[in-house]
Antibody
């Protein structure tokens, strides 16, 4: 059974930093692209960042230069280092596993999310 | 960036109704379109990928169609557990983008 368990969310002041983690189990982690998607309170889903199995990375413009996605395949864990946090980064952050079909990856499993609140 | 526009943004329906939600992409995305269901306080759940392929374990009352720019999700007979918010998402190119969501409520 695929399981994705996020952690690391917290209340942080503007300009602060956090490292979010997503522990994966139930599948061969190194074989799959992984992503972070966030959802601000009462709002829709917003893609944040993705990392391929070979380490290629992609970012939304809104977080480029402030957030860094990484993975440790030996620990089956996905990370998101978030720096320079702003009020508009307040959201539940979900990690999602991708399944590649016809050369494109779609989100087939999601974690339960971790809440990041940016406030003074 | 590819914009995804869902309609309606909300709808009220009764148990047993057939419901259709539409999603339009600002440019052609072939069939790289997914649908997700999200219940309050829960993570999204994958329903459909490649516009019309059912994710494993998802009941066949859900179906998807479309290609290019126009897509739809249909629930054939709405049940109490189907009241939720539904999102479409394109995955043909970065940045990956979602529709604004359609909230399906009980009439």
């Amino acid at each position: 059974e695929v399981q994705l368990l996020e952690s690391g969310g917290d209340l942080v002041q503007p300009g602060g930093s956090l490292r979010l983690s997503c522990a994966a189990s139930g599948f061969t982690f190194s074989n799959y692209p992984m992503s972070w998607v966030r959802q601000a309170p009462g709002k829709g889903l917003e893609w944040v960042s993705s990392i391929g199995g070979s380490g290629d990375t992609y970012y939304a413009d809104s977080v480029k230069g402030r957030f860094t996605i990484s993975r440790d395949d030996s620990k089956n864990t996905l990370y998101l280092q978030v720096n320079g946090l702003r009020a508009e980064d307040t959201a539940v952050y979900y990690c999602a596993k991708s399944l590649v079909v016809a050369a494109r990856g779609y989100f087939d499993y999601w974690g339960q999310g971790t809440l990041v609140t940016v406030s003074s | 960036d590819i914009q995804m526009t869902q309609s309606p943004s909300s709808l009220s329906a009764s148990v047993g109704d057939r419901v259709t939600i539409t999603c339009r992409a600002s440019q052609g995305i072939s069939n790289y379109l997914a649908w997700f269901q999200q219940k309050p306080g829960k993570a999204p759940k994958s329903l459909i990928y490649a516009a019309s392929s059912l994710q494993s374990g998802v009941p066949s009352k859900f179906s998807g169609s479309g290609s290019g720019t126009d897509f739809s999700l249909t629930i054939s007979s709405l049940q109490p557990e189907d009241f939720a918010t539904y999102y479409c998402q394109q995955y043909t190119s970065y940045p990956l983008t979602f529709g604004g969501g359609t909230k399906v409520e009980i009439k």
